[in-house]
Structures are given as structure tokens and as C-alpha cells.
């Protein structure tokens, strides 16, 4: 009885520990984004004079309503979620299609192809940027909706997560479906596609989230400014000394551009949870 108890006590007593090392973790790994916040809710003439201020009211929402004062602002929304959404859609379609295929159809050189894809995950992107760029301006694809997405759905990783996620789904389910005189894209449509749905919305949120905060490719081909995206054009509203004299300005600015992340993440965190123990247990 005394041995069990002490057990128990034991974990309660680790249990403990570890919750607190998690919750100190936790706020260590908050504290930039506190900062950042409180940061962006002061005068920037204020934050100039004493950087202490950040700690004591008062605090404003000025910043923000600069941001939006900014007569482009909501057209760069605007462009960052029809870029992001398009992509996110795209990909997921491909990726889905993509990975079924190679995780239950035979047909000629397909372990070599699934090969070539992965060795995509090994070339960065600036290594294909010049023969990109010129590739666009040839095609005058520039400052067009289709030349800020077409570069992101080639997407190896996407392609592989959903043919590990199709893999691990039974067989069985396939022969069932066959036996019932279904066809092949029906199985896929109907059968198997629904039971990856926690797959696909890591992968949307992951891809969804590399666009909105792309920076790289959106600056060399989006060169007009109603073609901005939202993180190129709250860059092209910071002066020089954005740093030292609009301090509270540009926190406001990554904040306003990280919320609608932050949104869709709360918004579809269960089925992240979901995807990864998923993957955990296989």
C-alpha cells in the first residue's frame, strides 16, 4: 500500500515539475510576442524618449489607424488572400491527387518519380530564381495573380505528406470499394479523401502561412504597387529610419500582418493536433 502510494506521489510530484519547466517555456516563448504588442500600442515619439515607457500606460491605437489610413492597405490585404487562398487550394488539390497516385497506383517509374520529388525538398529556391525570373518575364506572367502563385505549387513536401497519409490508410477500404463496382477516382473522391481531412489541414495551414509571409518572390515579380501583397507593401511604408524614429509604427505593422495567421490557426489548431499524433502513432 505504501509502495503504491509513494508511486503515485512520485508522479504527481513529476508531473508537477514538468508542468511548471512547460508554463516557464511557454512565457520565455512569449515574451518577444508580448513585446512586440505592447510595443506597437505606444507613441513613437514616446518609445524615442524612454524605451521604459512600453511598461506604463498610456498606450494608444494609433498605430494601427495609420495602417489602415493607408489608401492601398486593403487592396494588399486583398491581394495577399487571393494569392494565398489560390495557392493553399491549389496545392491541396495536387498534393491530394498526387499522393494517391503514388501511394496506390502502379504505373511505369513510379518509385523514380516519388524520388524526383523528394530531391525537389533539397533545391532552395534561390537556386532557380534567375531561370524563374526569366521564365515569367518571357511569359509576362509579372505583376499577374498567376506569376505570384504558380512558383509555390511545386510543393514536394505536400506531395509527400499526403502519400504517407494515403499509405497508412488500409487497403481493405480500396478492395471494398472496387468490389462494389466503384471507380478509381470515386474511392478517391468519396472513400479516402474524407479520412485525410487532419492531413490536409496541416498542409493548408502550413502552405497558407509560407505564402502570406512570403517576402522573396512577391518583391521580383509583384513590382506594381496595386499588386503588392501585404508584406511587401507595409515594407514599401517604412522610411529609412523606421527603427529608430516610427519604432512603435513597425511593431504595429507585424502584428497587423501576423493576426490573420494567428486566426486560422485557432481556427483549425484541432485538426493540427489531430495530423500530428496521427503521425506520432504510425
Not at 512569449?30 to 524618449?49: F, G, Q, R
Not at 505570384?148 to 505536400?158: D, K, N, Q, R, S
Not at 474524407?194 to 512570403?214: C, H, V
Amino acid at each position: 500500500m505504501s509502495s503504491t502510494s509513494s508511486g503515485i506521489v512520485g508522479r504527481s510530484t513529476g508531473d508537477r515539475i514538468i508542468l511548471i519547466l512547460v508554463i516557464v517555456l511557454a512565457l520565455i516563448m512569449m515574451a518577444p510576442i508580448a513585446w512586440v504588442i505592447a510595443l506597437s500600442l505606444k507613441d513613437n515619439k514616446e518609445l524615442m524618449t524612454d524605451m521604459n515607457s512600453v511598461f506604463h500606460a498610456p498606450y494608444t491605437i494609433n498605430n494601427y489607424i495609420n495602417i489602415l489610413a493607408t489608401s492601398s492597405v486593403f487592396r494588399w490585404i486583398l491581394n495577399s488572400l487571393i494569392v494565398s487562398g489560390g495557392l493553399t487550394v491549389m496545392t491541396l488539390i495536387l498534393s491530394s491527387l498526387a499522393g494517391y497516385g503514388f501511394a496506390r497506383l502502379n504505373f511505369p517509374f513510379r518509385n523514380a518519380l516519388f524520388i524526383i520529388v523528394l530531391l525537389g525538398l533539397a533545391v532552395p529556391e534561390q537556386a532557380v530564381l534567375i531561370a524563374r525570373h526569366q521564365l515569367f518575364s518571357w511569359l509576362k506572367f509579372h505583376n499577374t495573380y498567376h506569376g505570384l502563385i504558380l512558383p509555390g505549387l511545386a510543393a514536394p513536401f505536400g506531395v509527400f505528406l499526403m502519400t504517407q497519409y494515403f499509405r497508412a490508410i488500409p487497403k481493405e477500404l480500396d478492395e471494398a470499394a472496387l468490389l462494389d463496382n466503384a471507380s478509381r477516382f470515386k474511392i478517391f473522391w468519396k472513400v479516402l479523401l474524407p479520412l485525410t481531412i487532419p492531413a490536409q489541414a496541416t498542409l493548408g495551414i502550413f502552405t497558407f502561412l509560407s505564402s502570406w509571409n512570403d517576402y522573396f518572390w512577391p518583391l521580383i515579380s509583384g513590382t506594381k504597387k496595386e499588386m503588392y501583397t501585404l508584406t511587401i507593401g507595409i515594407a514599401s511604408t517604412q522610411t529609412n529610419f523606421a527603427q529608430s524614429e516610427g519604432l512603435g509604427f513597425l511593431m504595429s505593422q507585424a502584428v497587423f500582418a501576423g493576426a490573420p495567421i494567428l486566426i486560422l490557426y485557432l481556427f483549425f489548431q484541432k485538426y493540427i493536433v489531430t495530423a500530428v499524433s496521427g503521425a506520432a502513432v504510425r
